[in-house]
T-cell receptor, first 113, second 112 residues
């Protein structure tokens, strides 16, 4: 039973436009959510996170939105750049520990020049 | 500052063999977590260690084991390898348990 779901395996966006990556979760005990970016042959790199007590967190071009009632979060990248092309993973944790993350299966983002 | 180092980067083993993977965390980091990444299951949590103690364990069979040494370096062992164990094994470290994990580049294990 998948607790964190990324229903879009891939997304293609034009350079300069907005990329929106979505993530749904089922476990209401999750209290911290993270987005990681992964290039081939490298480990995931932390991008941005959000606590369940917030509904938005922004860091430069990256904004994460959390809708607890819908158990849904999204990552917005504005403007998208070709270097953003990678696989993006949504992850969740509970009990204040990020040492045990539940990951989604990832969305491959392609940003075309 | 050196990142998380995993060795070896690539490994080919035969079914039934055992394998040991190594992870050297960032200097000063005492918390280490291990994950398995496969195309079908994505990233799945294996273990979490802090100061040589296993704090959490994922839903994997007993063939998967790990340990952490006094210098915070960690190893994971898989015994009686199966074809389905072929995966990218990722290690992540943090200065304290639960926050700010940095991932290594992983060990690609292929079981033939």
């Amino acid at each position: 039973d998948q607790q964190v779901k990324q229903n879009s395996p891939s997304l293609s966006v034009q350079e300069g436009r907005i990329s929106i990556l979505n993530c749904d979760y089922t476990n209401s005990m999750f209290d911290y959510f993270l987005w990681y970016k992964k290039y081939p042959a490298e480990g995931p790199t932390f991008l941005i996170s959000i606590s369940s007590i917030k509904d938005k967190n922004e860091d430069g071009r990256f904004t994460v939105f959390l809708n607890k009632s819908a158990k849904h979060l999204s990552l917005h990248i504005v403007p998208s750049q070709p270097g953003d092309s990678a696989v993006y993973f949504c992850a969740a944790s509970h009990g204040g520990s990020q040492g045990n993350l539940i990951f989604g299966k990832g969305t491959k983002l392609s940003v075309k020049p | 500052k050196a990142g998380v180092t995993q060795t070896p980067r690539y490994l080919i083993k035969t079914r039934g063999q055992q394998v040991t993977l190594s992870c050297s965390p960032i200097s000063g980091h005492r918390s280490v977590s291990w994950y398995q990444q496969t195309p079908g299951q994505g990233l799945q949590f294996l273990f979490e260690y802090f100061s040589e103690t296993q704090r959490n364990k994922g839903n994997f069979p007993g063939r998967f084991s790990g340990r952490q040494f006094s210098n915070s370096r960690s190893e994971m062992n898989v015994s009686t390898l199966e074809l389905g164990d072929s995966a990218l094994y990722l290690c992540a470290s943090s200065a304290r348990t639960g926050y700010g994990y940095t991932f290594g580049s992983g060990t690609r294990l292929t079981v033939v």
